[in-house]
């Protein structure tokens, strides 16, 4: 199950990250090209990266992501995708030995469901390597451990590549078409991880929620003021 171009490459030690959160492992992904990409949770000091990941993404690549024209992210929108302060929300983040965000596979729930739905981006420059597929297979193990029972994705008709993507995943999943939008539903109930890939997905639960509970008691400490300076440093990063 879950058969993919690349391999993962994990248990390579623990230690603690940048943000002092301690990561229990390092999980990396080897592309087609031989390029390894290490996988964790985001976190809200990737703000300025996943800026210059979305202004290097070409204008179809935003268009089938949005669904629309995005030249760039507001600051607003840099911290919600990094400050994720609520356990329905998850997000993984593919890091580039340069430390460039290569990809980002994330979920939106809400409180008390077991559903969610899930959105990729992936770095123009790394198309056609097998990142979207790896960053989807551990978004869906992540899922799994989470005790969610289905992930929905709301995909552009034209968009064959995320489709193909979709429907390549060993996970039972329906599609209904509406307009000029597929919705792809992939039915995780009943489905069991082997005891490695489940165990590196409980570790990045387990650090998102290390994540989360730092959030949870910086910012209401700070108040509007921590917010205020969030954004000054967002705008100052857009606008040197």
């Known amino acids: 199950m879950f058969r993919t171009p690349g391999t993962p490459l994990t248990g390579r030690g623990t230690g ?3 943000g002092g959160v301690t990561a229990p492992i390092s999980d990396e992904l080897e592309l087609r090209d031989g390029e390894r990409i290490g996988v964790r949770p985001i976190r809200l000091a990737d703000g300025e990266q996943l800026a ?3 202004a290097r993404l070409s ?3 935003v268009y089938r ?3 629309g024209f995005k030249p760039a992210l507001s600051p607003a929108e840099i911290l919600r995708f990094t400050g994720i302060a609520e356990e ?3 997000a993984l983040v593919g890091v580039r030995s340069t430390s460039q965000l290569a990809g980002v596979a994330r979920y939106e729930g809400q409180a008390g469901r077991h559903d969610a739905e899930i959105a990729l981006i ?4 790394l198309h ?3 990142l979207g597929t790896l960053l989807l297979q551990r978004l869906v193990d992540v899922a799994l451990v989470s005790g969610l029972t289905s992930l929905t994705a709301v995909v552009l008709a034209s968009n064959m590549p995320m489709l193909h993507l979709l429907q390549g995943l060993p996970v039972p999943s329906t599609s209904v078409r509406e307009s000029g939008d597929i919705e792809v539903t992939m039915h995780l109930a009943g489905l069991e991880l082997p005891a490695d890939r489940s165990r590196i997905a409980a570790a990045h639960v387990a650090e998102a929620a290390a994540i989360r509970a730092t959030l949870a008691t910086s910012l209401p400490e700070m108040g509007p003021a921590h917010l205020d300076q969030a954004f000054l440093f967002v705008h ?3 606008h040197p």
């Open 122 to 125: 992936v770095d123009d420059a």
């Open 65 to 67: 992501r949005y669904f």
């Open 88 to 90: 329905w929300r998850f």
């Open 52 to 54: 210059g990941l979305h």
């Open 16 to 18: 603690a990250d940048r």
């Open 59 to 61: 204008k179809d690549s």
């Open 236 to 238: 100052l990063l857009e």
């Open 128 to 130: 056609h390597m097998g």
